[in-house]
């Protein structure tokens, strides 16, 4: 989705970036990723959510600096959390960490103008740098909240999903109460040894948990994050 406006100005750029995006997915469907990820990633302009200076390593498979010490994550790490979150049509899905509001802006390619994407920030220049990124992209099913994230976001809950972008010390408990049953989970806990975990409520409520292999995030700092860093 791109802001009308932007669609002549940027045409010639957008199509020299989207080659290379085509090439970067070629090897995620190598990986296995799924076909609806894949069609939601090539849809996202990832070079239009990296710093200005980045943009020419926008589709390399790799975290990018945004600042503050923070990423936006690798593509790779993208596709596997919304893979295994399995978003479709009309969720309502909370992110934990916008950063960039790129891996929002795939999500919400997922869910589609009936869904939406509550994302939450702690940190306010990100909260502005992923508003702006989404609205010249022309996300309008994307809301950017300046929140600690850690305790969710009772205003909108309950969740078809949710998605956390930091690594926890361990599972936050608002984030289990705040996902419908019938929900998905994915969330990196850990601290140097992290691990992205996939947790589902059933229709009756029970909670499972599994592990879904190593993982490299920034810390979730907040009430029921890490203290401080
Ligand atoms: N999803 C992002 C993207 O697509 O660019 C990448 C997120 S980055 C790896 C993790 C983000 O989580 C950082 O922007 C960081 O400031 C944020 N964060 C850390 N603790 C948080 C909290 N308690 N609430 C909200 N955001 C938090």
Known sequence: MIAEEDLGKEKTEDEKFEARRRMLLDGLEAMGVRKKVLEAMLRVPRHRFVREDMKKVAYIDTPLDIGLDQTISAPHMVAIMCDLLELSEGQKVLEVGAGSGY????????????????????????????????????????????????????????YDRISVTCAAPEVPNPLIEQLKPGGIMVIPVGDYFQELILIKKDERG??????????LFVPLIGKYGFRHR
Not at 206 to 215: A, P
């Open 103 to 158: 891996n929002a802006a795939v999500m919400a390619e997922m869910v589609g103008k009936t869904g939406h994407v509550y994302t939450l920030e702690r940190l306010e220049t990100l909260v502005n740098y992923a508003r702006e990124k989404l609205k010249k992209t022309g996300y309008e099913n994307v809301t950017v909240l300046h929140e600690d994230g850690s305790a969710g976001c009772l205003k909108y809950a309950p």
């Open 206 to 215: 029970r909670v499972t948990k599994k592990t879904e292999g190593g993982v």
